[in-house]
């Protein structure tokens, strides 16, 4: 089976590193990292598709919450047949590749945390996508010596790294799945071959790209166009026969009948024989891809709460939690949500997190991650005193933490934000939370069989080094799994060990601040999973711009000017569109004593939340 597992380590957690580490691990820099110009910057997502308020949602038996109504049900329906919370995961994302493709799919990738009550024991599943063997520094260089364009490396075969999705979540039913793999897969064929009706994101999401999906031809053009090269509205019924067959073949035969056979060779004819753009993916690639199995990273936030995330290649779960162990340091609940204290004291947070995010983390098989570093409780301590409240930091400097080998070159990678989430408790208990992936907007536009190809690959840097001729950590490599901002997320009652809840979202490189914001409100300030996914979104990354969602309750001209005068540069952003779902344990324990992030209890056993602004919903049995 094509799986790897981690040694008996345990996962990471807040922990105070020896001083002396952390000496001998500086020995081998050249001295205090310099203040380097930024290069990243937030890359808006799928468009805005509305606002539609959300009410809490309430069930006693188990709960799904994903980007899409059709979805939600798929998942619902397994879990009523006694199907396990990986089982109903694998229904759901069949569901979305359909419904929703322009963000996931069977030709992209994902992070899984996968909670198992009976065991107590919580796994981290790897399906990021890989780059070709025959990939090279230079993939996304031009003949002119410069790196490409975006869009320019995007649009067809280059960008296609190895999928891993299916890989990952047959790794996942094999330990956890209770229902046959085969039947999982009948809800998204039904839907294929019997139509569903267009959504309105959906629609708007085609209206998007349709230039570029109509430069890229068949199958896709005539797929998701009308005649006319204007995208197929909402409320239109589309099939997907192709689709159905390939989900078919998949079902019978496992994961193999993807990346082997018909299905594999098709993939790999038409990223290689595009006509101006072809890739580099391989047969050897497909079949050569492996499933891992990590270590996730945890750590204690307020005492009561041990939140675990996805490790690296994902620099979400250590980002989540650095930002959450400087704000530590902080009386986050006294400032109240949607002021202009809370929203400066978050973003200084974001800030220092994200230096450090964009120098050190990518794969880890390749490049010396300081994870537990990065986490530790002292570190963070040492990082939080560079906020001032009444002064930006402005262009943040990554720090140095304890176990870093050397210093790494200042990274110039894009995160795109075409992504789904959902999260997931079983009627046992066992719980799942999956951001699952296709990057840019329908990936690198090039369909097969009834699904998108992933553009996995410019999430890599462009560039091998920096402009001081450092190493960037994640350039590109043969094999190598590209970093991400993906942050699933579960969190514990740190005393009891009893889960709490799941959440995570879509969202690029903002994924980040969405699942932080969202963790910050149900811990800090008290709010419901509902409330605190409502919350305005806004943050900052490397550099001195911090961005508000526009119109939203912080998007005021009292907190902009109070921002300014305290140094930031301010932005007003309609394309904050996280797609944040979360479930919450709301019940009573068996002590008597309610769940910890419970906020109506005896409502129900637990309560879901969905983001009012995309698609989704959160539904259970009762």
């Known amino acids: 089976m094509a799986i790897s597992y981690p040694g008996q380590r345990l996962p990471l957690v807040f922990l105070s590193l020896a001083a002396a580490l952390a000496l001998t691990a500086c020995g081998g820099n050249d001295g205090p990292l310099v203040r380097q110009e930024p290069t990243e910057q937030y890359i808006p997502p799928e468009p805005p598709s509305g ?33 396990s919370a990986i089982d109903a995961a694998i229904a759901v994302q069949m569901v979305l590749n359909l419904v929703e493709p322009q963000s996931s799919g ?13 065991t107590s024991q919580v796994l981290a599943y790897d399906g990021r996508e890989t780059a070709p063997q025959t990939a090279t520094t230079q993939l996304f260089i031009g003949s002119d010596g410069k790196p490409l ?28 799945g209770k229902l046959a793999w085969k039947d999982l897969f009948t809800p998204a064929i039904q839907l294929s071959e019997n139509g569903f009706a267009i959504s309105q994101r959906m629609s708007v999401s085609i209206a998007g790209s349709a230039a570029r999906i109509k430069a890229q031809g068949e199958p896709g053009a005539s797929y998701f166009l009308n005649a006319d090269g204007t995208a197929k509205a909402t409320g239109t019924l589309l099939k997907n026969p192709e689709f159905a067959a390939t989900l078919r073949s998949i079902a019978a ?95 200084e947070a974001y800030r220092l997190a994200y230096a450090d995010r964009a120098l050190y983390v990518a794969d880890p098989d390749f490049v010396a991650v300081p994870q537990a570093g990065m986490i530790d409780a002292g570190y963070l301590q040492s990082r939080a005193k560079l906020i001032d409240m009444q002064k930006s930091i402005g262009t943040p400097v990554a720090g140095v933490p304890p176990g870093l080998a050397q210093a790494k070159g200042q990274d110039n990678s894009l995160n795109l934000p075409s992504t789904s989430h959902m999260s997931i408790v079983d009627g046992t208990g066992n719980a799942v939370s999956m951001t699952t992936t296709i990057e840019n907007g329908f990936g690198s536009l090039q369909m097969v069989r009834g699904f998108l190809l ?16 450092k190493p960037i950590a994640n350039r590109v490599e043969p094999g190598k799994r590209p970093r991400s901002s993906m942050a699933p997320t579960l969190v514990f009652n740190a005393s009891t060990g009893d889960l709490e809840g799941a959440i995570g979202s879509p969202g690029g490189s903002a994924i980040i601040q969405y699942t932080a914001k969202s963790l910050i409100g149900m811990i800090d300030w008290n709010l419901n999973v509902q409330q605190a996914i409502n919350l305005p979104n806004f943050g900052a990354q490397t550099n001195a711009t911090t961005s508000l969602e526009k119109g939203s309750a912080i998007d005021t001209a009292a907190i902009r000017a109070g ?12 394309t904050f569109t996280s797609g944040l779902h979360g479930v919450v344990f709301n019940g009573v324990r068996a002590n008597g004593l309610p769940g910890l992030l419970a906020r109506n209890p005896g409502a129900g056993t637990y309560a879901g939340g969905a983001d009012p ?9 009762p």
Do not use: W
Request: charge should be neutral; hydrophobic fraction near 40%; proline fraction near 4%.
């Open 454 to 469: 992933n553009n996995q690959l410019t999430d890599f840097s462009f560039t091998a080094t920096d402009a001081a001729g």
């Open 563 to 574: 921002l300014q005068a305290r140094g930031h540069t301010v932005a007003s952003t309609d």
């Open 253 to 347: 035969g496992g994961a193999n009948a993807f990346y082997q056979g018909d299905i594999a060779r098709d993939i790999v004819a038409k990223v290689r024989a595009h006509p101006t753009n072809p890739g580099k993916l391989s047969l050897d690639d497909l079949g050569g891809y492996t499933a891992k199995v990590r270590e996730p990273v945890c750590g204690i936030y307020r005492v009561q709460y041990r939140i675990c995330g996805m490790p690296a290649p994902s620099s979400g779960g250590l980002a989540v939690l650095q930002t959450l162990g400087i704000l530590q340091n902080f009386d986050v609940a006294a400032l109240q949500p949607n002021t202009l204290d809370s929203v400066h004291l978050v973003s």
């Open 106 to 118: 069977i030709g992209g990738g994902a992070f899984l945390l996968h909670y198992d009550k009976g």
């Open 51 to 83: 606002y539609t308020a959300k009410s809490i949602q309430y069930a006693n038996k188990d709960m799904v919450a994903a980007a899409n109504p059709l979805a939600v049900k798929a998942g619902t329906d397994i879990l009523a047949q006694g199907g």
């Open 149 to 176: 364009g975006f869009l320019n490396a995007v649009d067809g075969g280059l960008s296609v790294g190895t999928p891993g999705l299916l890989r990952m979540l047959e790794a996942a039913h094999k330990t956890h």
């Open 613 to 621: 602004r995309r698609e989704g919903t959160a539904q259970g049995n």
